[in-house]
């Protein structure tokens, strides 16, 4: 389904985002392991000494982030830094396994040291197994069709890193608490402007972002630019527990198959997605069925969207015929006269498809099943 503008919802990212706190930034060399990959058709973005005008554009959110809206203008991303022996100034570089709601050996290895103090010899041996934060953006500069992706540490010492002067700047153009929205698709949207200073790290010298400002939109950003955004984990090159373990000790990542830089996300086809759907569907249906719903308790760290989360006590007293809390409205097919939109058997295929999810003729599908029972 495309992009669609008018029927999108962000949700309160926005004070989430201006949350962001403080830490450092570093860039990976290219004979280290990248915890992120540069889509097919996109170029990597640092700052330059010139100004920039852009846009930041939304992409789809994973059910594994908070505040799940559909769609989101930021990926944060706890990394793992893990030694590289080739190269030990530029560490291999890790998403943390949580945030796909899966063990992460190096946060295993940090709850294992932590004896609950701060300080001393033990919190030396701890601090390599704490992750940093970093954040991901995708720009796209005023007046073209090109699409840049930013990487930056959500915080740094000293000055303020771009997310924090993003929010601050947001944040005092509103008239009340929450910034304003400025990667809206629509009208409130704004090209943010961003001025740069030369620094210094470790002898390397680079520009940072040292003023962010706001200007209103010559023209809106087009539904296609959009739609060329991979849905934020799958810009994410994570790693598996075993490859993790063996590199936090000292041994060497496994081979990419492409340059990280050039790596795609797979494609999957709707028959895949329809039996990923039906195998989901399986492992749901409880073993002594109550009330047609089962109990389930999310992994540790993994939140999902209003659509796949666990289900809670208001879930299990409603009826359960009941069209559901859709996440992604703007992917609902145009409603139709008659029949499934889909192709299915109205009626008689109800909710044995993912399609059936986000649905317009979910309720009409609903009520004709009930006649045909």
Same mark, same amino acid.
């Given at each position: 389904m495309?992009f669609n503008?008018?029927?999108l919802?962000l949700g309160?990212q926005?004070?989430?985002a ?5 830490g450092e930034e570093?860039?990976?060399s290219? /004979?280290s392991r990248a915890y ?6 996109m170029s990597r973005h640092? *700052?330059?000494e ?6 930041i554009l939304l992409?789809k959110?994973n059910a594994?982030d908070?505040?799940d809206?559909g769609?989101?203008f930021y990926?944060s991303?706890?990394? =793992?830094d893990l030694?590289?022996m080739?190269d030990p100034?530029h560490?291999? +570089?890790?998403?943390?396994? =949580?945030?796909i709601?899966k063990?992460?050996p190096v ?8 004896d609950g ?5 033990? *919190? ?9 934060d970093?954040?991901?953006?995708y720009m ?7 699409i840049l ?9 000293g000055e303020?890193?771009?997310?924090q002067?993003?929010m601050? +700047?947001a944040?005092?153009m509103s008239e009340? /608490? ?11 949207g &704004? ?10 790290f470790?002898g390397?010298?680079y520009?940072n972002?040292?003023a962010v ?10 539904d296609?630019?959009y739609?060329?955004?991979?849905? *934020? ?5 994570f790693?598996?527990?075993?490859? #993790?373990?063996r590199v #936090?000790d000292g041994g $060497?990542?496994d081979?990419? +198959?492409? /340059?990280?830089?050039? +790596?795609?996300a797979?494609? =999957?086809?709707?028959e895949?997605? %329809?039996a990923?759907?039906?195998r989901a ?7 002594q ?7 389930t308790?999310?992994p540790?760290?993994?939140q999902t969207?209003?659509a796949?989360?666990?289900l809670s $006590?208001?879930?299990? %007293? ?5 069209a ?7 992917e %609902?097919?145009?409603q139709?006269s008659?029949?499934c939109?889909?192709g299915?058997?109205f009626?008689?295929d109800f909710?044995?498809s993912?399609k059936c999810?986000?649905?317009?003729a979910y309720e009409?599908c609903?009520?004709?099943? &009930?006649g045909n029972?």
């Amino acid at each position: 389904m495309g992009f669609n503008r008018n029927n999108l919802n962000l949700g309160n990212q926005f004070a989430h985002a201006a949350a962001v706190s403080r830490g450092e930034e570093r860039e990976n060399s290219s /004979s280290s392991r990248a915890y992120y990959k540069v889509p097919s058709g996109m170029s990597r973005h640092k *700052w330059t000494e010139k100004e920039e005008r852009f846009n930041i554009l939304l992409a789809k959110n994973n059910a594994t982030d908070p505040d799940d809206t559909g769609y989101k203008f930021y990926k944060s991303v706890q990394v =793992h830094d893990l030694p590289n022996m080739q190269d030990p100034k530029h560490p291999h +570089q890790y998403p943390c396994l =949580h945030i796909i709601g899966k063990p992460c050996p190096v946060c295993d290895r940090k709850e294992q040291l932590d004896d609950g103090s701060k300080g001393g010899e033990n *919190w030396d041996r701890i601090k390599p197994y704490i992750p940093k934060d970093r954040v991901l953006y995708y720009m796209n500069p005023e007046g073209t069709d090109k699409i840049l992706v930013h990487e930056c540490a959500a915080r740094q010492k000293g000055e303020a890193a771009f997310p924090q002067r993003l929010m601050a +700047q947001a944040t005092a153009m509103s008239e009340g /608490s929450t910034p304003i929205p400025f990667a809206s698709p629509n009208e409130e949207g &704004r090209i943010v402007k961003v001025n740069t200073a030369k620094d210094t790290f470790n002898g390397q010298e680079y520009y940072n972002a040292s003023a962010v400002n706001f200007f209103q939109r010559k023209e809106l950003p087009s539904d296609e630019l959009y739609d060329r955004c991979l849905p *934020w984990n799958e810009l994410l090159n994570f790693g598996t527990y075993e490859e #993790m373990q063996r590199v #936090m000790d000292g041994g $060497e990542p496994d081979a990419y +198959q492409t /340059s990280p830089q050039q +790596q795609t996300a797979p494609v =999957h086809t709707e028959e895949q997605k %329809q039996a990923e759907f039906e195998r989901a569907v399986e492992q749901s249906v409880p073993q002594q069925p109550s009330n047609g719903f089962q109990r389930t308790q999310a992994p540790a760290g993994f939140q999902t969207s209003p659509a796949n989360a666990p289900l809670s $006590e208001a879930d299990f %007293q409603r009826d359960p015929y009941s069209a559901p809390n859709r996440s992604f409205p703007s992917e %609902q097919p145009a409603q139709q006269s008659s029949g499934c939109p889909a192709g299915l058997k109205f009626g008689m295929d109800f909710e044995t498809s993912r399609k059936c999810c986000n649905c317009n003729a979910y309720e009409a599908c609903r009520n004709a099943r &009930r006649g045909n029972n």
